[in-house]
């Protein structure tokens, strides 16, 4: 396979981590530019579709901020899926920002709705300010198209998740950055893959430790520095 020629099937919806993290290795990659860009929501889906169309897999393994740190959707998706050969890989630092209408300002928000894992990751920031929550299975950009296209939610709520929702979605600014709790900087590895459909699944055993060996081998060709907001393999 020839990844200058390779359509992208990309975990999540526009505007999301991934996204923004695919964004800055296109930019990087010029043999990606090109590049066609499907999302597909989940990584089982996302590896699914890509072996369907004989593209590549853009979806999120580590997070040094999660238990045991491998993603487990992804690690899920392994127990069907194998991968064929690691393209690129970019490691990016996660930076939560509440996402609000134009004109809104953080005090009149008294609602905000991202999915479970970005209102964990900002619960100081929630119970602050004394906000309720929604929980978006769909995910942040889900959460941010209903938000700019109105009627789904609240009037007074907001949205966690990426500053790229603010481009992506008509009517969205960002009302404030960096509302994550940790104060170690929270990055995710993603990964340009090709995929292949397993003959039989495989336990959650199996499947961890196959994607933890080759996270190992990925980060082994990144340069890690937690001063810098990404990092590309070398």
Not at 59 to 76: D, M, S
Not at 157 to 172: F, Q, R
């Amino acid at each position: 396979m020839d990844r200058h020629s390779e359509n992208i099937v990309v975990q999540a919806g526009p505007g999301s981590f991934n996204d923004q993290a695919l964004g800055i290795l296109k930019n990087e990659r010029p043999g990606l530019i090109d590049a066609k860009v499907v999302f597909a929501g989940e990584p089982i889906d996302v590896m699914s579709r890509a072996v369907d169309t004989n593209s590549l897999a853009f979806l999120a393994l580590r997070n040094n901020i999660v238990p045991g740190n491998l993603i487990p959707p992804t690690v899920e998706a392994f127990r069907s899926f194998s991968v064929d050969n690691v393209f690129d890989a970019i490691r990016m630092r996660i930076i939560m920002s509440l996402i609000v209408k134009n004109g809104t300002g953080i005090e009149d928000i008294d609602l905000v709705a991202s999915i479970k894992a970005a209102l964990d990751q900002t619960s100081g920031f929630i119970q602050k300010r004394h906000l309720g929550m929604i929980c978006e299975p769909s995910g942040t950009s889900e959460a941010a198209r209903k938000l700019s296209y109105g009627s789904h939610y609240p009037r007074r709520t907001g949205v966690i998740g990426p500053d790229k929702l603010a481009e992506v979605y008509p009517g969205l600014r960002v009302a404030s950055s960096g509302i994550e709790n940790q104060v170690d900087p929270n990055y995710t590895l993603f990964g340009l893959l090709a995929m292949k459909k397993r003959e039989r699944v495989i336990t959650m055993e199996d499947a961890s430790k196959e994607l933890g060996e080759i996270v190992d081998r990925i980060r082994g060709s990144i340069v890690e520095d937690d001063t810098s907001f990404s990092q590309l393999m070398v």
